[in-house]
């Protein structure tokens, strides 16, 4: 629902099915199932879905608007009453019933922002962690020796999380039989003859490898070359000047540019 959360949480469909076929088999239930879309992406989970349907589950495509226990006939007395748009009828339909299941949506754990500042790792829109790329690396933050495994980077089910979890681990034994890890070559550094201590680059720091320190009686800022990624945040915003990126400096840059204007020009 893009009222609420605008991701496919990708599991709810299908484990809303998995109930729904379990009360047919085990107790012969009347079931009602109430859905927006119904996305079973996955190997056999299609069929399960047309199975389920087949079972005599009945599905209504459309939104709830309300669960109440207001009776408007003798056989919604003593019941929950559900109260849904049936897109497909184009009206609104009462169903009297005795248990309402919701089938929320998958959300990050209330303490996600906390383990992110912690570890330096960054959040999507989402609340979920970002990988350091979608198809190559979902497994890797964009860290150095920190992964993602399971849900924390997206709704999962159990075999895409038990793969993921297989990734994570293979890329962590990687590290650990090379025993060594290689840094960005392009990372920040600092003119100390420039700097003034200000730390508006340790504040802006997402990556938390710029630090202001005591050093020759002033403060000056420094860089923790083995956390930092260059991603040019601190150069662009400090005021002094001092802030740059290795093999990517204002002189190298402005070389780079001149080079290319006579190619553009002519």
């Not at 009222?3 to 299908?14: A, D, L, T, V, W």
């Not at 009828?89 to 169903?95: A, S, T």
């Not at 204007?261 to 020009?265: D, H, Q, T």
């Given at each position: 629902d893009k ?12 484990y809303?099915?998995k109930h729904a076929?379990?009360l ?13 879309d ?11 879905y ?31 009453v ?6 497909l ?7 009297p019933?005795?248990m ?13 922002g906390e ?16 990988e ?6 979902p ?21 895409d ?14 590290i650990i039989d ?13 003119d ?17 490898a ?9 403060m ?20 002094s ?11 190298e ?7 290319l ?5 002519g």
């Open positions: 009222n609420y959360r605008e991701y496919c949480s990708k599991i709810c469909c299908m809303a099915l076929h379990h047919r088999e085990k107790i012969n239930a009347d079931v009602y199932e109430m859905y927006i119904m996305r079973c992406t996955g190997d056999g989970y299609e069929e399960f047309e199975r389920v349907s087949a079972e005599g589950v009945v599905f209504i495509k459309g939104k709830v608007a309300e669960v109440t226990d207001r009776a408007i006939t003798e056989e919604e007395k003593g019941k929950l559900v109260v849904a748009e049936d897109t009828l184009g009206r609104l339909v009462r169903i019933v005795d309402v299941i919701l089938c929320p949506a998958m959300i990050p754990r209330a303490d996600a383990v992110a500042r912690m570890f330096s790792i960054t959040q999507k829109a989402t609340g979920f962690f970002l350091r790329h979608a198809k190559l690396e497994q890797v933050s964009a860290m150095d020796g920190i992964f993602l495994a399971g849900c924390c980077q997206c709704p999962k089910d159990i075999p999380s038990v793969s993921h979890g297989r990734a994570a681990a293979a890329a962590a034994l990687e090379r025993g060594s890890v290689v840094t960005e070559a392009a990372i920040a550094c600092v100390k003859t420039l700097c003034h201590g200000c730390g508006i680059c340790e504040d802006i720091c997402e990556f938390r710029a630090k202001v320190i005591l050093k020759g009686g002033r000056i800022s420094t860089v923790n070359e083995a956390l930092c990624k260059g991603c040019g945040v601190c150069a662009v915003a400090c005021p000047g001092a802030m740059s990126i290795k093999h990517f400096t204002r002189d840059l402005s070389t780079m540019v001149k080079a204007a006579p190619v553009e020009n």
